[in-house]
């Protein structure tokens, strides 16, 4: 069964600062991986997708790789501002019609 | 256009009653998905739609849940003797093809009394 982690659960910086999220999935054969934004009371705003064969993505000051091999994927953050605060979640695909494993997302604040 | 929208936003209800949580989806999906999730924890998990059917529905936690999809489009969640566990936020998402990006809808937060 596939386990989505992700550390810190909570995270504090002060404005400007890059900063890097951690996911881990116990199940390295993965179809796709997602990065999700969650605002307080709202859904889930898809931030990056990484098909299982890509390294990286990109767009604007987001960065995600993904190393099928360790299980693991980052999400950095670059020159953090506080409209970044949100919680942020990684989810696996395991096939192209499956569900998503979410993790249990990370609570990031930016401190102006 | 519009996104995933989700009525009602929020319902409190009587422990044993029965409730029903509905979904529109974009228009055009065809995939449909359903998920919970507790305070502090990520989504997981109930029932996903390809056109009418239901693809899998292996995250319904017992038989007091059921989903439907009669028409391809709207799908509406149904909970049957409601217990103070069902308390939670209940997700809908939709995606073009089983394959593509999945959209959320902004949620329906259950209380159960």
């Known amino acids: 069964k596939q386990e989505v982690t992700q550390i810190p659960a909570a995270l504090s910086v002060p404005e400007g600062e890059n900063l890097v999220l951690n996911c881990s999935f116990t199940?390295?054969?993965?179809?796709?991986l997602q990065w999700f934004r969650q605002d307080p009371g709202k859904g889930l705003t898809s931030l990056l997708l990484?098909?299982?064969?890509?390294r990286e993505q990109t767009s604007g000051r987001l960065n995600a790789s993904l190393d099928k091999s360790s299980g693991r994927s980052t999400l950095y953050i670059a020159a953090s501002q506080p409209g970044d605060s949100a919680t942020y979640l990684c989810?696996?695909?395991?096939?192209?019609?499956?569900?998503?494993?979410f993790g249990q997302g990370t609570r990031l604040t930016i401190n102006p | 256009g519009a996104g995933v929208s989700q009525t009602p936003s929020n319902k409190v209800t009587e422990k044993g009653k029965y409730v029903e949580l509905r979904c529109d989806p974009i228009?055009?999906?065809?995939?449909l998905y359903w998920y919970r999730q507790s305070l502090g924890q990520g989504p997981e998990f109930l029932i996903y739609?390809?056109?009418?059917?239901?693809?899998?529905d292996s995250g319904l936690p017992n038989d007091r849940f059921f989903a439907v999809r009669p028409e391809g489009s709207v799908s509406t969640l149904k909970i049957q003797r409601t217990e103070r566990g069902d308390s939670a936020v209940y997700l809908c998402?939709?995606?073009?093809?089983?394959?593509?990006?999945?959209?959320f809808g902004p949620g329906t937060r259950l209380t159960v009394l």
């Open positions: 998402a939709s995606s073009l093809l089983t394959t593509d990006t999945q959209y």
């Open positions: 199940d390295s054969a993965i179809y796709n």
């Open positions: 990484i098909q299982s064969s890509q």
């Open positions: 989810a696996v695909k395991k096939g192209p019609a499956q569900k998503l494993v």
């Open positions: 228009s055009g999906h065809t995939a």
């Open positions: 739609f390809q056109g009418t059917g239901a693809a899998d």
